[in-house]
Protein backbone atom coordinates (compact mmCIF):
# COMPACT_ATOMS: atom_id res chain seq x y z
CA UNK A 1 0.00 0.00 0.00
CA UNK A 2 2.37 2.44 1.06
CA UNK A 3 3.91 1.75 -2.95
CA UNK A 4 0.80 2.45 -4.78
CA UNK A 5 0.58 5.60 -2.23
CA UNK A 6 3.80 6.83 -3.34
CA UNK A 7 3.15 6.32 -6.79
CA UNK A 8 -0.06 7.93 -6.57
CA UNK A 9 1.72 11.22 -5.33
CA UNK A 10 3.84 10.56 -8.57
CA UNK A 11 1.49 10.79 -10.80
CA UNK A 12 -0.62 13.66 -9.57
CA UNK A 13 2.72 15.86 -9.71
CA UNK A 14 2.82 14.80 -13.16
CA UNK A 15 -0.90 15.27 -14.00
CA UNK A 16 -0.55 19.10 -13.35
CA UNK A 17 -3.22 20.77 -15.59
CA UNK A 18 -4.51 18.03 -17.28
CA UNK A 19 -5.69 16.35 -13.99
CA UNK A 20 -8.63 14.42 -15.00
CA UNK A 21 -7.49 12.95 -17.79
CA UNK A 22 -4.16 11.47 -16.27
CA UNK A 23 -6.27 10.36 -12.92
CA UNK A 24 -9.12 8.89 -14.58
CA UNK A 25 -6.06 6.61 -17.10
CA UNK A 26 -4.94 5.79 -13.97
CA UNK A 27 -8.11 4.65 -12.25
CA UNK A 28 -8.07 2.10 -15.29
CA UNK A 29 -4.40 1.41 -14.27
CA UNK A 30 -5.22 0.23 -10.76
CA UNK A 31 -7.94 -1.77 -11.58
CA UNK A 32 -5.87 -3.43 -13.77
CA UNK A 33 -3.24 -3.99 -10.89
CA UNK A 34 -5.82 -5.46 -8.86
CA UNK A 35 -7.28 -7.99 -11.82
CA UNK A 36 -3.64 -8.69 -12.07
CA UNK A 37 -2.77 -9.94 -8.28
CA UNK A 38 -6.70 -12.26 -8.17
CA UNK A 39 -4.85 -13.60 -11.65
CA UNK A 40 -1.45 -14.32 -9.97
CA UNK A 41 0.18 -11.51 -12.38
CA UNK A 42 1.87 -9.76 -9.65
CA UNK A 43 4.60 -8.71 -11.40
CA UNK A 44 3.31 -7.79 -14.70
CA UNK A 45 0.61 -5.20 -12.58
CA UNK A 46 3.68 -3.70 -10.87
CA UNK A 47 5.44 -2.82 -14.48
CA UNK A 48 2.16 -1.53 -15.49
CA UNK A 49 1.06 0.96 -12.15
CA UNK A 50 4.67 2.17 -12.18
CA UNK A 51 5.02 3.32 -15.81
CA UNK A 52 1.58 3.80 -17.68
CA UNK A 53 1.12 7.09 -16.27
CA UNK A 54 4.45 8.45 -17.61
CA UNK A 55 3.32 7.04 -21.35
CA UNK A 56 -0.68 8.26 -20.65
CA UNK A 57 1.01 11.86 -19.34
CA UNK A 58 3.08 12.29 -22.66
CA UNK A 59 0.38 11.75 -24.83
CA UNK A 60 -1.76 13.94 -22.92
CA UNK A 61 0.58 16.90 -22.86
CA UNK A 62 -0.04 19.23 -25.56
CA UNK A 63 2.64 20.65 -27.95
CA UNK A 64 5.24 19.52 -26.46
CA UNK A 65 6.77 16.26 -28.35
CA UNK A 66 9.55 14.60 -26.52
CA UNK A 67 11.71 15.05 -29.35
CA UNK A 68 15.53 15.06 -28.45
CA UNK A 69 16.93 18.56 -29.75
CA UNK A 70 19.51 16.85 -31.55
CA UNK A 71 16.82 15.53 -33.74
CA UNK A 72 15.48 19.44 -35.02
CA UNK A 73 19.17 19.48 -36.36
CA UNK A 74 19.49 18.75 -40.23
CA UNK A 75 22.89 17.10 -41.44
CA UNK A 76 25.67 19.48 -42.06
CA UNK A 77 24.10 22.08 -39.12
CA UNK A 78 26.28 23.57 -36.45
CA UNK A 79 25.17 21.36 -33.84
CA UNK A 80 25.50 18.21 -36.01
CA UNK A 81 28.97 19.38 -37.23
CA UNK A 82 29.74 19.24 -33.57
CA UNK A 83 28.80 15.83 -33.18
CA UNK A 84 30.85 14.53 -35.88
CA UNK A 85 33.68 12.25 -34.86
CA UNK A 86 32.91 12.64 -30.55
CA UNK A 87 33.17 8.94 -29.13
CA UNK A 88 30.27 7.20 -26.74
CA UNK A 89 30.68 4.65 -25.14
CA UNK A 90 26.94 2.74 -24.49
CA UNK A 91 27.02 -0.33 -22.02
CA UNK A 92 24.80 -2.93 -22.67
CA UNK A 93 23.86 -1.24 -26.55
CA UNK A 94 23.53 -4.77 -28.26
CA UNK A 95 20.05 -4.56 -27.42
CA UNK A 96 16.84 -2.33 -26.85
CA UNK A 97 17.36 1.21 -25.77
CA UNK A 98 21.12 0.98 -25.87
CA UNK A 99 21.19 -0.45 -29.59
CA UNK A 100 18.82 2.56 -30.56
CA UNK A 101 20.90 5.01 -28.62
CA UNK A 102 23.85 3.74 -30.52
CA UNK A 103 22.67 3.66 -33.63
CA UNK A 104 21.17 7.33 -33.51
CA UNK A 105 24.57 8.75 -32.33
CA UNK A 106 26.17 6.68 -35.30
CA UNK A 107 23.70 8.92 -37.08
CA UNK A 108 25.06 12.15 -36.13
CA UNK A 109 28.49 11.30 -36.72
CA UNK A 110 29.71 9.95 -33.24
CA UNK A 111 32.36 7.00 -33.12
CA UNK A 112 30.03 4.39 -30.97
CA UNK A 113 31.82 1.56 -28.91
CA UNK A 114 29.36 -0.77 -27.77
CA UNK A 115 30.32 -2.35 -24.35
CA UNK A 116 28.43 -5.79 -23.55
CA UNK A 117 28.85 -8.73 -22.50
CA UNK A 118 27.51 -11.05 -25.26
CA UNK A 119 29.87 -9.94 -27.96
CA UNK A 120 28.47 -11.97 -30.71
CA UNK A 121 24.89 -11.07 -30.19
CA UNK A 122 25.99 -7.07 -30.07
CA UNK A 123 28.76 -7.39 -33.36
CA UNK A 124 25.23 -9.23 -34.98
CA UNK A 125 23.26 -6.19 -34.05
CA UNK A 126 26.02 -4.05 -34.89
CA UNK A 127 25.89 -5.51 -38.55
CA UNK A 128 22.36 -6.10 -38.96
CA UNK A 129 21.38 -2.72 -37.62
CA UNK A 130 23.86 0.31 -36.76
CA UNK A 131 25.79 -0.29 -39.95
CA UNK A 132 22.60 -1.44 -42.09
CA UNK A 133 20.92 2.04 -41.10
CA UNK A 134 24.23 3.79 -41.34
CA UNK A 135 26.45 2.17 -43.38
CA UNK A 136 30.28 4.12 -43.12
CA UNK A 137 29.36 5.02 -39.25
CA UNK A 138 32.24 3.90 -37.18
CA UNK A 139 31.15 1.69 -34.44
CA UNK A 140 32.78 -1.37 -32.62
CA UNK A 141 31.98 -3.79 -29.62
CA UNK A 142 34.48 -4.48 -26.82
CA UNK A 143 33.38 -6.68 -24.02
CA UNK A 144 32.48 -5.58 -20.94
CA UNK A 145 30.34 -7.70 -18.20
CA UNK A 146 29.09 -5.64 -15.52
CA UNK A 147 28.82 -8.14 -12.82
CA UNK A 148 32.36 -9.01 -13.16
CA UNK A 149 34.63 -6.56 -11.53
CA UNK A 150 37.57 -7.94 -13.31
CA UNK A 151 36.07 -7.23 -16.83
CA UNK A 152 35.08 -3.95 -15.61
CA UNK A 153 38.79 -3.35 -14.34
CA UNK A 154 40.01 -4.20 -17.23
CA UNK A 155 37.80 -2.55 -19.80
CA UNK A 156 40.09 0.30 -19.71
CA UNK A 157 43.15 -1.04 -21.67
CA UNK A 158 40.73 -2.85 -24.22
CA UNK A 159 38.99 0.57 -24.61
CA UNK A 160 42.46 2.27 -25.27
CA UNK A 161 43.45 -0.25 -27.35
CA UNK A 162 40.13 0.55 -29.98
CA UNK A 163 40.27 4.35 -29.70
CA UNK A 164 43.72 4.25 -30.04
CA UNK A 165 43.20 2.39 -33.70
CA UNK A 166 40.82 4.70 -34.53
CA UNK A 167 42.89 7.28 -34.04
CA UNK A 168 45.71 5.53 -36.44
CA UNK A 169 42.74 4.37 -39.11
CA UNK A 170 40.87 7.64 -39.41
CA UNK A 171 43.60 10.88 -39.07
CA UNK A 172 46.16 12.39 -40.46
CA UNK A 173 49.64 10.40 -40.07
CA UNK A 174 51.12 13.08 -37.98
CA UNK A 175 48.07 13.83 -35.89
CA UNK A 176 47.94 9.66 -35.64
CA UNK A 177 51.31 10.19 -34.42
CA UNK A 178 50.90 12.63 -31.89
CA UNK A 179 47.91 11.24 -30.31
CA UNK A 180 50.04 7.84 -30.18
CA UNK A 181 52.42 9.73 -27.61
CA UNK A 182 49.89 10.49 -25.17
CA UNK A 183 48.63 8.60 -22.15
CA UNK A 184 45.31 7.98 -23.07
CA UNK A 185 42.76 8.79 -25.92
CA UNK A 186 39.16 10.64 -24.65
CA UNK A 187 35.34 9.85 -24.51
CA UNK A 188 32.98 12.22 -24.97
CA UNK A 189 29.84 10.67 -23.86
CA UNK A 190 29.25 7.67 -21.13
CA UNK A 191 26.14 6.31 -21.12
CA UNK A 192 25.38 4.13 -18.35
CA UNK A 193 22.51 1.85 -20.29
CA UNK A 194 22.81 -1.49 -18.54
CA UNK A 195 20.67 -3.18 -16.17
CA UNK A 196 18.64 -6.48 -15.52
CA UNK A 197 15.34 -7.00 -13.88
CA UNK A 198 15.53 -10.66 -12.25
CA UNK A 199 12.18 -12.04 -11.60
CA UNK A 200 13.76 -14.91 -9.13
CA UNK A 201 16.26 -13.73 -6.71
CA UNK A 202 19.42 -15.03 -7.84
CA UNK A 203 23.67 -13.32 -6.70
CA UNK A 204 25.85 -12.72 -8.50
CA UNK A 205 28.20 -14.78 -10.82
CA UNK A 206 31.58 -13.16 -9.05
CA UNK A 207 32.75 -12.48 -6.12
CA UNK A 208 33.60 -8.45 -4.67
CA UNK A 209 36.14 -8.38 -1.95
CA UNK A 210 35.24 -5.88 0.18
CA UNK A 211 36.60 -3.35 2.75
CA UNK A 212 35.36 -5.11 5.69
CA UNK A 213 37.94 -7.79 6.32
CA UNK A 214 38.41 -7.79 2.81
CA UNK A 215 35.66 -11.24 2.74
CA UNK A 216 35.20 -12.50 -0.56
CA UNK A 217 31.07 -11.56 -1.05
CA UNK A 218 28.58 -12.06 -3.72
CA UNK A 219 25.83 -9.72 -4.43
CA UNK A 220 22.19 -9.46 -5.67
CA UNK A 221 22.93 -9.96 -9.42
CA UNK A 222 20.79 -6.87 -9.42
CA UNK A 223 22.69 -4.49 -7.28
CA UNK A 224 26.01 -5.72 -9.05
CA UNK A 225 25.01 -5.04 -12.32
CA UNK A 226 22.59 -2.14 -12.23
CA UNK A 227 24.89 -0.43 -9.45
CA UNK A 228 28.49 -1.18 -8.36
CA UNK A 229 29.10 -2.26 -11.79
CA UNK A 230 27.93 1.22 -12.96
CA UNK A 231 30.02 2.93 -10.32
CA UNK A 232 33.02 0.71 -10.96
CA UNK A 233 33.13 1.77 -14.73
CA UNK A 234 32.28 5.35 -14.58
CA UNK A 235 35.34 5.87 -12.19
CA UNK A 236 37.46 4.45 -14.49
CA UNK A 237 35.93 6.17 -17.43
CA UNK A 238 37.04 9.50 -15.97
CA UNK A 239 40.44 10.59 -16.64
CA UNK A 240 39.00 9.52 -20.44
CA UNK A 241 36.09 12.18 -20.17
CA UNK A 242 38.83 14.56 -18.57
CA UNK A 243 40.47 14.51 -21.97
CA UNK A 244 37.33 15.12 -23.53
CA UNK A 245 37.14 18.66 -26.28
CA UNK A 246 33.71 18.65 -26.65
CA UNK A 247 32.23 22.05 -26.62
CA UNK A 248 29.62 21.26 -24.42
CA UNK A 249 31.18 18.94 -21.97
CA UNK A 250 31.81 15.58 -21.57
CA UNK A 251 28.42 13.96 -20.34
CA UNK A 252 28.06 10.54 -18.44
CA UNK A 253 24.13 9.62 -18.65
CA UNK A 254 23.15 7.26 -15.99
CA UNK A 255 19.55 5.38 -17.00
CA UNK A 256 17.26 4.87 -14.06
CA UNK A 257 13.77 5.16 -13.68
CA UNK A 258 10.43 5.83 -12.59
CA UNK A 259 11.21 2.33 -10.89
CA UNK A 260 13.01 4.33 -8.30
CA UNK A 261 9.47 5.16 -6.70
CA UNK A 262 9.04 1.73 -6.06
CA UNK A 263 11.13 1.27 -3.13
CA UNK A 264 8.51 2.10 -0.18
CA UNK A 265 10.74 4.63 1.82
CA UNK A 266 9.58 8.09 -0.19
CA UNK A 267 10.86 10.32 3.09
CA UNK A 268 14.81 12.02 3.53
CA UNK A 269 15.16 11.12 7.13
CA UNK A 270 17.65 10.04 8.88
CA UNK A 271 15.48 7.25 9.41
CA UNK A 272 15.09 6.33 6.15
CA UNK A 273 18.77 6.83 5.27
CA UNK A 274 19.57 4.08 7.39
CA UNK A 275 16.52 1.65 6.06
CA UNK A 276 18.23 1.99 2.30
CA UNK A 277 21.56 0.92 3.74
CA UNK A 278 20.47 -1.70 5.63
CA UNK A 279 18.09 -2.62 2.37
CA UNK A 280 21.26 -2.50 0.57
CA UNK A 281 23.09 -4.54 3.11
CA UNK A 282 20.58 -7.26 2.82
CA UNK A 283 21.58 -7.88 -1.22
CA UNK A 284 24.87 -9.16 0.28
CA UNK A 285 25.45 -12.47 0.33
CA UNK A 286 25.15 -14.09 3.95
CA UNK A 287 24.02 -10.61 5.77
CA UNK A 288 21.38 -11.22 7.98
CA UNK A 289 19.86 -7.99 6.87
CA UNK A 290 16.24 -8.34 5.43
CA UNK A 291 16.36 -8.61 1.48
CA UNK A 292 13.58 -6.51 -0.28
CA UNK A 293 11.22 -7.95 -2.26
CA UNK A 294 12.25 -8.40 -6.41
CA UNK A 295 10.27 -5.48 -7.33
CA UNK A 296 11.41 -3.30 -4.38
CA UNK A 297 14.69 -4.50 -4.83
CA UNK A 298 14.57 -3.30 -8.85
CA UNK A 299 13.17 0.11 -7.57
CA UNK A 300 16.38 -0.05 -4.82
CA UNK A 301 19.11 -0.06 -7.92
CA UNK A 302 17.05 2.78 -9.57
CA UNK A 303 16.91 4.95 -6.77
CA UNK A 304 20.91 4.23 -6.16
CA UNK A 305 21.72 4.74 -10.37
CA UNK A 306 19.39 8.66 -9.27
CA UNK A 307 21.42 9.52 -5.98
CA UNK A 308 24.51 8.17 -7.90
CA UNK A 309 24.67 11.05 -10.64
CA UNK A 310 23.64 13.72 -7.84
CA UNK A 311 26.31 12.38 -6.11
CA UNK A 312 29.01 12.54 -9.13
CA UNK A 313 27.60 16.24 -10.26
CA UNK A 314 28.40 17.33 -7.21
CA UNK A 315 32.15 15.84 -7.35
CA UNK A 316 32.55 16.51 -11.14
CA UNK A 317 31.80 20.29 -9.84
CA UNK A 318 34.00 20.52 -6.75
CA UNK A 319 37.31 19.72 -8.86
CA UNK A 320 38.37 22.07 -11.67
CA UNK A 321 40.13 19.25 -13.83
CA UNK A 322 35.95 17.41 -14.07
CA UNK A 323 33.89 20.67 -14.62
CA UNK A 324 33.63 20.27 -17.60
CA UNK A 325 31.65 17.16 -16.98
CA UNK A 326 28.15 16.84 -16.45
CA UNK A 327 26.22 13.83 -14.80
CA UNK A 328 22.29 13.55 -15.22
CA UNK A 329 20.13 10.19 -14.65
CA UNK A 330 17.20 9.89 -17.13
CA UNK A 331 13.84 7.99 -17.04
CA UNK A 332 13.40 6.36 -20.79
CA UNK A 333 9.57 5.95 -20.27
CA UNK A 334 7.85 2.66 -20.54
CA UNK A 335 9.67 0.87 -23.09
CA UNK A 336 8.89 -2.56 -24.41
CA UNK A 337 12.05 -4.00 -24.52
CA UNK A 338 14.12 -7.16 -23.80
CA UNK A 339 14.42 -6.52 -20.21
CA UNK A 340 11.44 -8.32 -19.92
CA UNK A 341 13.18 -11.70 -20.76
CA UNK A 342 13.60 -12.80 -17.39
CA UNK A 343 9.52 -12.83 -16.90
CA UNK A 344 9.43 -16.24 -18.33
CA UNK A 345 7.89 -17.19 -21.74
CA UNK A 346 4.49 -16.55 -20.60
CA UNK A 347 4.93 -13.35 -18.57
CA UNK A 348 7.07 -11.94 -21.74
CA UNK A 349 4.23 -12.87 -24.37
CA UNK A 350 1.85 -11.24 -21.97
CA UNK A 351 3.21 -8.09 -21.57
CA UNK A 352 4.22 -7.73 -25.78
CA UNK A 353 1.08 -8.95 -26.57
CA UNK A 354 -1.01 -6.39 -24.23
CA UNK A 355 0.96 -3.31 -23.99
CA UNK A 356 2.62 -1.83 -27.36
CA UNK A 357 -0.16 0.96 -27.04
CA UNK A 358 0.73 1.95 -23.63
CA UNK A 359 4.87 1.82 -23.77
CA UNK A 360 6.85 3.07 -25.77
CA UNK A 361 9.17 1.85 -28.77
CA UNK A 362 13.04 1.46 -28.51
CA UNK A 363 13.70 4.45 -30.69
CA UNK A 364 11.85 6.44 -28.19
CA UNK A 365 12.72 5.17 -25.08
CA UNK A 366 16.61 6.23 -26.30
CA UNK A 367 15.37 9.73 -27.16
CA UNK A 368 15.99 11.04 -23.45
CA UNK A 369 19.85 9.44 -23.63
CA UNK A 370 20.38 10.96 -26.95
CA UNK A 371 19.06 14.68 -25.64
CA UNK A 372 21.11 14.32 -22.62
CA UNK A 373 24.10 13.80 -24.43
CA UNK A 374 23.22 16.24 -26.90
CA UNK A 375 22.12 18.99 -25.78
CA UNK A 376 23.88 21.97 -24.35
CA UNK A 377 24.52 22.47 -20.95
CA UNK A 378 23.46 25.35 -18.59
CA UNK A 379 26.56 27.06 -17.76
CA UNK A 380 30.05 25.70 -18.73
CA UNK A 381 30.39 24.97 -14.67
CA UNK A 382 27.33 23.79 -13.67
CA UNK A 383 27.03 23.44 -10.55
CA UNK A 384 24.94 20.69 -8.54
CA UNK A 385 21.06 20.80 -9.47
CA UNK A 386 19.01 22.35 -7.02
CA UNK A 387 15.34 21.03 -7.62
CA UNK A 388 13.60 23.76 -5.63
CA UNK A 389 15.86 26.57 -7.60
CA UNK A 390 13.34 28.44 -9.93
CA UNK A 391 16.27 29.17 -12.20
CA UNK A 392 17.45 25.15 -12.35
CA UNK A 393 13.72 24.68 -13.30
CA UNK A 394 13.53 27.28 -16.03
CA UNK A 395 17.20 25.84 -17.99
CA UNK A 396 15.94 22.71 -17.46
CA UNK A 397 12.35 23.12 -19.17
CA UNK A 398 14.18 25.20 -22.23
CA UNK A 399 16.19 21.82 -22.94
CA UNK A 400 19.32 22.94 -21.50
CA UNK A 401 21.52 20.41 -19.54
CA UNK A 402 21.43 21.02 -16.11
CA UNK A 403 24.35 18.52 -14.15
CA UNK A 404 22.95 16.21 -11.34
CA UNK A 405 19.17 16.62 -12.91
CA UNK A 406 16.46 13.75 -13.29
CA UNK A 407 15.19 14.03 -16.63
CA UNK A 408 12.36 12.49 -18.72
CA UNK A 409 10.57 12.90 -22.18
CA UNK A 410 13.56 14.82 -22.72
CA UNK A 411 12.77 17.41 -19.61
CA UNK A 412 13.96 17.96 -16.30
CA UNK A 413 11.66 16.42 -14.34
CA UNK A 414 13.03 16.36 -10.19
CA UNK A 415 9.54 17.34 -9.10
CA UNK A 416 8.72 13.63 -10.31
CA UNK A 417 11.67 12.04 -7.75
CA UNK A 418 10.24 10.97 -4.47
CA UNK A 419 12.15 12.81 -1.21
CA UNK A 420 14.64 11.04 -0.84
CA UNK A 421 15.58 10.64 -4.43
CA UNK A 422 16.57 14.28 -4.42
CA UNK A 423 18.52 13.98 -1.16
CA UNK A 424 22.00 14.64 -0.73
CA UNK A 425 22.51 13.21 2.55
CA UNK A 426 21.13 9.70 1.04
CA UNK A 427 23.39 9.79 -1.89
CA UNK A 428 26.37 10.01 0.68
CA UNK A 429 25.26 7.43 2.83
CA UNK A 430 24.57 5.42 -0.32
CA UNK A 431 27.79 6.04 -1.94
CA UNK A 432 29.85 5.52 1.13
CA UNK A 433 28.38 1.78 1.21
CA UNK A 434 29.05 1.48 -1.97
CA UNK A 435 32.68 2.04 -1.70
CA UNK A 436 32.94 -0.01 0.95
CA UNK A 437 31.77 -2.73 -1.06
CA UNK A 438 34.20 -1.89 -4.27
CA UNK A 439 37.40 -1.17 -2.17
CA UNK A 440 39.41 -4.09 -3.42
CA UNK A 441 36.80 -5.48 -6.08
CA UNK A 442 38.51 -8.62 -7.72
CA UNK A 443 37.07 -11.02 -9.86
CA UNK A 444 36.74 -14.89 -8.63
CA UNK A 445 34.68 -17.98 -9.25
CA UNK A 446 31.59 -18.92 -7.38
Known amino acids: MKLLANHFRAVVQLAEGRAVLCLVAQGIVYVFFLASVLATLPVISWFVCAFSSFRLQRRVAAGRPPYPLIREATPGSEHATMLFGRVAVITGSNTGIGLSTATQLCGFGCRVVMACRDVAKAKAALDGTVRRQHPGSI ?76 MSRRHDNMVATNHLGTVQLTSLMVPFLQRSTYIHGARVIVVASVAHTWYPIANASAGSIAAIVEALNGAVEGDASARPAQPNAYGLTKLCNVLYARWLAKEFASKPATRHIAAVSVHPGAVLSDIYRDFGAVGESIMRALLPVVFKNNDEGAWTSVHCCTAPRRTATSA ?58 TSSSS
Not at 139 to 156: H, I, K, N, Q, T
Not at 398 to 419: F, K, N, R, W
Not at 422 to 441: C, G
Open 139 to 214: AEVVLLDLDDPGSVASFPERLTELLRQWTAVYTTAATAASAASTSAPAIDFLVNNAGIFSAAKRYSAHRRSTAAGH
Open 384 to 441: LHAPSNSTHDAAGSTGLIVSGGYYADCQLADETCTPIARSMDAAEAVMKWTFTQLATA
